[in-house]
């Protein structure tokens, strides 16, 4: 089992910075790919990030491209998300998530990913 607990969430103003955190504890950290997925009311969940075990690879969703990095630091057992020129449109619940790196290097499909953590709400007002 994995553990996944999301921190860094909170209310911006749209244009403004937030740094997401997710501690990952029982396993071994570098043996997972990590993701970031986001919701919102009433929306399916998406995928917003994700970041091989190394962390030499990573892959965004085009909604977010140029504005979000994703980063880890396997000393730490973290992965990282940091929002830069947020919109009202990136207001949802942010969820990190884990697959074992035996299965792919990095996916942006849900369905793939063995554990979740329980998110984290970020709100942009306009």
């Known amino acids: 089992q994995v553990q996944l607990v999301e921190s860094g969430g909170g209310l911006v103003q749209a244009g403004g910075s937030l740094r997401l955190s997710c501690a990952a504890s029982?396993?071994?950290?570098?043996?997972?790919?990590m993701g970031w997925f986001r919701q919102a009311p009433g929306k399916e969940r998406e995928f917003v990030a994700a970041i091989s075990w190394s962390g030499g690879n990573t892959y965004y969703a085009d909604s977010v491209k140029g504005r979000f990095t994703i980063s880890r630091d396997n000393a730490k057992n973290t992965v990282y998300l940091q929002m830069n020129s947020l919109k009202p449109e990136d207001t949802a619940v942010y969820y990190c998530?884990?697959?074992?790196?035996?299965?792919?290097?990095?996916?942006?499909?849900?369905?793939?990913?063995?554990?979740w953590g329980q998110g984290t709400q970020v709100t942009v007002s306009s």
């Open positions: 998530a884990a697959v074992l790196r035996t299965k792919v290097v990095l996916t942006t499909q849900k369905s793939q990913y063995d554990y």
């Open positions: 029982g396993r071994t950290f570098s043996n997972y790919a």
